[in-house]
């Protein structure tokens, strides 16, 4: 893989869940989740979705560090 992408997602919860916490700037309880593509935009890994109240950089080299390890 000569390029990879990562982004995050807040993914409204209506119904509640694990980890689900408000999020202001969406109005509405979220859960956010990061994910690793190739370049292609193909998820080659991801990470336990956290609460909404978190933005997506939270604990960023903790989480980076669990999905690679998980690809080797």
């Known amino acids: 893989m000569s390029s990879v992408q990562l982004d995050g997602t807040h993914t ?3 119904r509640g869940g694990e980890a689900v916490a408000y ?25 336990d979705p956290v609460a909404g109240n978190h933005n997506d950089a ?3 080299t903790k989480n980076f560090d669990g ?6």
Do not use: W, Y
């Not at 700037?25 to 994910?35: A, G, H, P």
């Not at 999905?67 to 080797?72: D, E, F, I």
């Open 67 to 72: 999905m690679v390890t998980s690809l080797q």
């Open 12 to 14: 409204p919860a209506k």
């Open 23 to 47: 999020q202001g700037r969406k109005k509405c309880k979220t859960s956010n989740m990061l994910i690793l593509s190739d370049s292609r935009g193909i998820p080659i890994a991801c990470r």
């Open 58 to 60: 939270f604990e960023l």
